[in-house]
């Protein structure tokens, strides 16, 4: 079993839909997680970080936590062709460091 | 341009040699991390930094690849006895040790080493 795992996709939604993006995690003990956006051929960008169980919003991102399901998922709403990338799930395991954990990353296309 | 930088951004080396790479953090971040990345994959962790301190290393990282941050500023990762399984985008980032659990990590460019 993978630490982090997403569907690799591809995932296409039309312009201005919900986007859905979703992540599984090994680690029962993680605090910290993280989803990145990569756009072809740069490097990760942190959109959001959470730490609590629940929901945490920021503009059309929204990150949810349920740690007892041991899942984590990134809904973008108004979905633009500018989102177009590979979103990346990260998590920080219970090891007392910062050692970081990808995922594969779930590519979107958002169609206009 | 995050301000983390990368030296060189490309390179190309035959089997059998040595190569080192460089990162430059944001000057007043204390972590540094090393992350290898091949096509269609997330970043693989390889090791980190708080300071000049190593204080995490992937046990997937063979004796081949070493990793220094003298004076916990810069860093270099040195890969020897290049194998053309290396061949991937060499990623570091850095980040600041802030009061919450864990931080942002911002990443450099990356260097892209091919092996022939």
């Known amino acids: 079993q993978k630490e982090v795992e997403q569907n690799s996709g591809p995932l296409s939604v039309p312009e201005g839909a919900i986007a859905s993006l979703n992540c599984t995690y090994s680690?029962?003990?993680?605090?910290?997680f993280f989803w990145y956006r990569q756009y072809s051929g740069k490097s990760p960008e942190l959109i959001m970080s959470?730490?609590?169980?629940g929901d945490k919003e920021d503009g059309r991102f929204t990150a949810q936590l349920n740690k007892a399901s041991q899942y984590v998922s990134l809904l973008i709403r108004d979905s633009q062709p500018s989102d177009s990338a590979t979103y990346l799930c990260?998590?920080?395991?219970?090891?007392?460091?910062?050692?970081?954990?990808f995922g594969a990353g779930t590519r979107l296309f958002v169609k206009a | 341009d995050t301000g983390v930088s990368q030296d060189p951004r490309h390179k190309i080396t035959k089997r059998g040699q040595n190569v080192t790479f460089r990162c430059d953090p944001i000057s007043e971040h204390n972590r540094l991390y090393w992350y290898r990345q091949t096509l269609g994959q997330g970043p693989e962790f390889l090791t980190y930094?708080?300071?000049?301190?190593?204080?995490?290393k992937s046990r997937l990282l063979s004796d081949r690849f070493s990793a220094e941050r003298p004076k916990g500023s810069f860093s270099t990762l040195e890969i020897q006895r290049t194998e053309q399984g290396d061949s991937a985008m060499y990623l570091c980032a850095s980040s600041s040790q802030g009061t919450s659990a864990a931080d942002t990590q911002y990443f450099g460019p990356g260097t892209r080493l091919t092996v022939l």
């Open positions: 680690d029962r003990g993680s605090q910290s």
């Open positions: 930094f708080q300071n000049e301190a190593q204080l995490e």
């Open positions: 990260a998590v920080i395991p219970y090891t007392g460091g910062f050692k970081t954990i």
């Open positions: 959470i730490y609590s169980n």
